[in-house]
């Protein structure tokens, strides 16, 4: 018998790390395991490692610069969470004596939303902005928001539950526009390596990106911090990285994640256009099936031509089946997705993205989530489509009325 082949769509959750990236974690664990603060020569080999990532994931961003200088750019983290979490926190405790206010917007990561409950507790005043339809913010009412007090904006760059991607160059422009010196934050943890970012451009202050979502090691991340930007230290060690993030540097996470990166960034043009394409494709065969919601953007683009939607992320939610109920049966036929954002593992309220677009507690209770990789075929797409079909009829037989 033929085994059934595995079609992974849950990429969003996490991605295969590529067979190169590996090879080369593998390498250094094994053979150039030195730690890069010794001072003999394993340990001067193990930090040439870390040099280089630096170098390779600042050229993603188009940031330049000296060796030195992209070592105060780029502060490798365990992830996206603590990278968010440094740059909130971090931030905030630094520019408290100019103000205490913050805004974010709804539909942020819990990693960025529970650091706000926690400035809260603080003391600090946080405004939450809302979205229209589709899941993205109004420029109006950040504008709105800004006050003289205002000391950081938060915005991700994509959700990762709906895929909306937010105006983050106009927000960086209206912000620094308004306010110099108010600092902006982008949690892009689901938008790097899937779009190309460029800080400088786009006035963003800080950056945080996670490993494990562009087909590198779990574990590893990074804050990009723009120059002249100074945040308080949110753990306390042995002073590496300039005193930002003590701990011994995890190299090979590090190498691993900014090979990833840079393999991402020599395709980038041609995996998204053909990840947009699959979208498309994708949609259009939910269409057929009926009594299907596309959650967030459905159009790549928006009137103007200007894309609104990421290229890998496809909420959506089948009338009268449980999400649960979807998830196993898909699992069955060996279609991997996710019935919310693995983020939250577990949790059964409503996600504070569903709640912003206006969603009803029993449409969300039948969502589940499609995310692609550059090794998703249209293949896996048609089988995937093709397994709908054929199940969603079935399912909804059993819904009690």
């Given at each position: 018998?033929?085994?059934?082949?595995?079609i992974?769509?849950?990429n969003s959750?996490?991605t295969?790390?590529f067979?190169e990236?590996?090879?080369?974690v593998?390498?250094?664990?094994?053979?150039?395991?030195?730690?890069?603060?010794?001072?003999?020569?394993?340990?001067?080999?193990?930090e040439?490692?870390?040099?280089?990532a630096?170098e390779?994931?600042a050229?993603?961003?188009?940031?330049?610069g000296?060796?030195g200088?992209?070592a105060k750019?780029?502060i490798?983290?365990s992830g996206g969470?603590?990278?968010?979490?440094?740059?909130i926190?971090?931030?905030?405790?630094?520019?408290?004596?100019?103000?205490m206010?913050?805004?974010?917007?709804r539909?942020?990561h819990?990693?960025?939303l529970?650091?706000?409950?926690?400035l809260?507790e603080?003391?600090?005043?946080v405004?939450?902005?809302?979205c229209d339809?589709?899941?993205?913010i109004?420029l109006?009412?950040?504008?709105?928001?800004?006050?003289?007090?205002?000391?950081?904006?938060?915005?991700?760059?994509?959700?990762?539950?709906?895929?909306s991607?937010?105006?983050?160059?106009?927000a960086?422009?209206?912000?620094?526009?308004?306010?110099?010196d108010?600092l902006?934050?982008?949690?892009a943890v689901q938008?790097?390596?899937k779009a190309d970012i460029?800080?400088?451009?786009?006035?963003?202050?800080?950056l945080s990106?996670?490993?494990?979502k562009?087909?590198?090691p779990?574990?590893i991340?990074?804050?990009?911090?723009?120059?002249?930007?100074?945040?308080?230290?949110v753990?306390?060690?042995?002073g590496?990285q300039?005193?930002l993030?003590?701990g011994?540097l995890n190299v090979p996470?590090i190498?691993?994640?900014a090979?990833?990166?840079?393999?991402l960034?020599s395709?980038?043009?041609?995996?998204?256009?053909?990840?947009y394409a699959?979208r498309?494709?994708?949609?259009?065969?939910?269409?057929?099936i009926?009594?299907?919601?596309?959650?967030g953007?459905?159009?790549?683009?928006d009137?103007?031509?200007?894309?609104?939607?990421?290229p890998?992320?496809?909420?959506?939610?089948?009338?009268?089946?449980?999400?649960?109920v979807?998830?196993?049966?898909?699992?069955?036929?060996g279609?991997?997705?996710?019935?919310?954002?693995a983020?939250s593992s577990?949790?059964?309220?409503m996600?504070?993205?569903?709640?912003?677009?206006g969603?009803?507690?029993d449409?969300?209770?039948?969502?589940?989530?499609f995310s692609?990789?550059?090794?998703?075929?249209?293949?896996?797409?048609d089988?995937?489509?093709a397994?709908?079909?054929?199940?969603?009829?079935?399912?909804r037989?059993f819904?009690r009325?």
């Amino acid at each position: 018998m033929n085994e059934k082949k595995e079609i992974y769509l849950d990429n969003s959750a996490t991605t295969k790390v590529f067979p190169e990236v590996a090879q080369l974690v593998m390498k250094i664990m094994t053979e150039d395991y030195g730690n890069p603060s010794s001072m003999h020569m394993a340990g001067v080999n193990a930090e040439g490692y870390v040099k280089e990532a630096t170098e390779k994931i600042a050229k993603t961003l188009h940031i330049k610069g000296s060796s030195g200088d992209l070592a105060k750019r780029i502060i490798f983290t365990s992830g996206g969470t603590e990278s968010d979490n440094l740059a909130i926190i971090g931030a905030a405790e630094s520019m408290k004596r100019k103000g205490m206010h913050i805004i974010t917007t709804r539909l942020e990561h819990p990693a960025v939303l529970n650091s706000m409950k926690e400035l809260e507790e603080r003391g600090f005043t946080v405004t939450y902005l809302g979205c229209d339809e589709r899941g993205r913010i109004r420029l109006a009412d950040l504008e709105a928001a800004i006050t003289p007090e205002t000391i950081l904006v938060s915005v991700m760059h994509t959700n990762n539950e709906i895929g909306s991607l937010q105006p983050i160059a106009e927000a960086g422009e209206l912000i620094k526009r308004i306010g110099q010196d108010t600092l902006f934050h982008v949690d892009a943890v689901q938008g790097y390596g899937k779009a190309d970012i460029n800080p400088v451009k786009m006035h963003i202050d800080m950056l945080s990106v996670s490993g494990h979502k562009l087909h590198g090691p779990k574990g590893i991340g990074f804050l990009y911090v723009a120059d002249g930007v100074r945040l308080k230290p949110v753990s306390y060690g042995g002073g590496q990285q300039g005193g930002l993030r003590s701990g011994t540097l995890n190299v090979p996470g590090i190498a691993g994640m900014a090979l990833a990166s840079e393999m991402l960034y020599s395709t980038l043009k041609e995996d998204t256009e053909r990840m947009y394409a699959l979208r498309e494709h994708f949609i259009k065969g939910l269409s057929e099936i009926g009594d299907v919601r596309v959650n967030g953007p459905i159009s790549n683009t928006d009137e103007n031509g200007t894309y609104i939607a990421a290229p890998h992320i496809v909420s959506t939610s089948f009338k009268g089946v449980r999400s649960e109920v979807l998830l196993h049966t898909l699992e069955d036929a060996g279609i991997y997705i996710s019935a919310g954002s693995a983020c939250s593992s577990h949790k059964r309220s409503m996600s504070s993205t569903m709640q912003a677009i206006g969603m009803s507690e029993d449409l969300a209770g039948s969502t589940v989530r499609f995310s692609f990789s550059t090794g998703t075929t249209e293949e896996d797409i048609d089988t995937c489509i093709a397994v709908l079909s054929d199940n969603i009829p079935k399912l909804r037989k059993f819904v009690r009325m």
